[in-house]
């Protein structure tokens, strides 16, 4: 136990001056904690970013696919009129409806199937 006995004594002496310096030293402790959790935050913007990044292109990919197939279907439309309008006599109408015939043929690999 005369061991101990000195580092109890070391401590009294010390104790009145950890308590002064602990609200001096709240500061320091603070500016320590944002440096040392910076490259965490850091990272975590660079995360938030590509996310961000990839959110925008799958919406990009959904608009593009959303006009893609409104183009099919008002091609699809006005062929229907124009075969109609060619059945019914008028030959523009018939080189119309190949036309749009060939333009759907184009447009559709390029709209996926839809499952159901």
């Known amino acids: 136990m005369t061991g ?8 009294r002496l010390f104790a009145p001056f950890a308590l002064v310096a602990a609200p001096l030293l709240g ?3 603070s500016t320590v904690a944002k440096v040392a959790t910076a490259p965490v935050r850091v990272a975590g913007k660079g995360v938030d970013m ?5 959110s925008e292109a799958d919406e990009k990919r959904g608009r593009e696919l959303r006009k893609r197939e409104e183009r ?3 091609l699809q439309r006005d062929y229907d009129r ?4 060619c059945n019914e006599g008028d030959s523009r109408s018939c080189l119309k409806a190949r036309d749009d015939y060939a333009e ?3 447009v ?4 996926p199937v839809e499952r159901r």
């Open 4 to 11: 101990s006995a000195p580092m109890t004594s070391r401590l």
């Open 27 to 29: 500061g320091c402790m």
């Open 50 to 54: 590509m996310t961000t990044s990839q």
């Open 72 to 74: 099919l279907g008002s």
């Open 82 to 85: 124009h075969l109609r309008e």
């Open 104 to 106: 759907i043929q184009q």
């Open 108 to 111: 559709l690999p390029t709209v």
